[in-house]
């Protein structure tokens, strides 16, 4: 009897998931707990693993179907092991092949090439078949450069009936290429325009001197990594100011549900980072109770995580205030969008050496501009402004945060 393999729960409100790499072809052997496919979903992806060792048989549903909760998307046939009681048959009188090595066939019977490691990689990556491709190596062995060679014309091709021709198109460079969004790239453009539609977003701005957290990095920079193993980062001060300031103003901590607003006395903080599928917003959890350590590693392990695709739906869910880093591809200013149902955003941009006066005199400093997006159905005007310049204070006079003043 075949084993099913069906889409598993992945994270609250999720109903349906898009189906990513095959990392196994119908007739190949697979180990229990092997993964089998990646499945996509509006918040993370996923590793599904085989329940069983045996082979999988037949696939049901190829990349970039989309298939429900629960679905089956494939069949597996089970490994099944002989009673020790029950007498072994003897083997048959082997059949005489047809070639050496692995890619030796039966007659009347064709087999698969053997596919080489390197293959296997560019097979999945270019999404073929081994059929597909003509192998040259030792023994019928499907080599990397087979891959890399033009694929087989599909029969339908090759007995294709001649088609009127065509008006030619000089080939000028001005080719299009359509492809499809993947489920995290359509929940990001569903959630930023309900943003704009569903709330009244407005964007204060301030400037910060960095001189001071500069100072304090290069100055306990390798007493910190020594200990900890980590780099002391830049987003370990702002996580640290944004509680204090949320602290001062709980309204950009609150969230609009139906008539009520909803104030929290947690500080669960959304840290955007750059990852496989684009833009994630993981959450860092308690941040209040975070040392700079903790908040760097944390932080770290996001961003290594999210470049592999490995982050769970659940850590990307529930955040009460986020900050976006644009500074880090070298975005000078710019006006974040409000996460929902979150009221509030800070945008972090390019640190850059500029003039300003100080004690009547023109100087230079490493200033940053930062931006606060919040929306205006919770957080007054004044209430923006006067988090925003808590956020300077605290980052131009780190020591008040340690001191809580």
Not at 52 to 57: D, F, Q
Not at 110 to 126: I, N
Not at 340 to 359: E, M, N, T, Y
Request: charged share 25%; with cysteine.
């Amino acid at each position: 009897m075949p084993i099913e393999l069906k889409v598993p729960a992945v994270g609250e409100s999720i109903t349906e998931v898009e189906i990513g790499d095959w990392l196994k072809h119908e007739g190949d052997a697979v180990g229990k707990d092997e993964t089998l496919v990646t499945l996509e979903s509006e918040k993370a992806t996923v590793e599904l693993p085989s329940p069983a060792a045996g082979k999988l048989t037949r696939i049901l549903k190829q990349k970039g179907q989309t298939a429900a909760i629960g679905e089956v998307i494939a069949h597996l046939e089970g490994v099944e092991t002989p009673s020790p009681a029950e007498p072994k048959s003897q083997p048959s009188a082997p059949t005489q092949p047809l070639g050496n090595g692995p890619a030796a066939i039966t007659p009347g019977k064709e087999a698969k090439p053997f596919v080489m490691p390197a293959a296997e990689r560019e097979l999945a990556s270019r999404e073929l078949r081994p059929e597909q491709v003509q192998a040259t190596g030792p023994g019928g062995r499907l080599l990397k450069e087979d891959v890399l060679r033009p694929t087989k014309p599909a029969p339908s091709e090759a007995t294709e009936a001649p088609r009127p021709a065509a008006i030619a198109v000089p080939s000028s460079g001005r080719q299009e290429e359509v492809v499809p969004m993947t489920p995290l790239r359509r929940a990001v453009a569903k959630h930023l325009v309900e943003a704009q539609q569903n709330a009244a977003l407005l964007t204060t701005f301030n400037e910060i001197d960095m001189s001071a957290v500069m100072a304090l990095r290069k100055e306990f920079q390798p007493a910190f990594q020594e200990k900890y193993g980590i780099k002391l980062g830049m987003m370990s001060f702002f996580v640290k100011a944004c509680v204090d300031a949320l602290r001062l103003v709980p309204q950009v901590n609150a969230e609009v549900r139906e008539t009520n607003i909803v104030y929290r006395n947690y500080y669960d903080i959304g840290v955007a980072v750059g990852g496989g599928k684009g833009l994630v917003v993981p959450v860092l959890r308690g941040a209040e109770r975070l040392s700079f350590a903790e908040i760097e590693i944390a932080i770290s392990n996001f961003a290594q995580r999210a470049r592999d695709n490995k982050l769970k739906p659940e850590e990307l869910q529930g955040g009460t205030f986020t900050i976006s880093n644009g500074g880090i591809y070298g975005s000078l200013l710019s006006t974040p969008i409000v996460n929902p149902p979150q009221s509030g955003i800070l945008g972090l941009h390019a640190i850059q050496d500029r003039p300003v006066a100080r004690d009547g005199n023109v100087v230079i400093r490493p200033m940053m501009y930062v931006a606060l997006t919040y929306d205006h159905r919770v957080v007054d005007g004044r209430e923006a402004v006067t988090f925003l310049k808590r956020i300077k204070d605290a980052v131009e006079t780190p020591a008040r945060m340690l001191l809580e003043v």
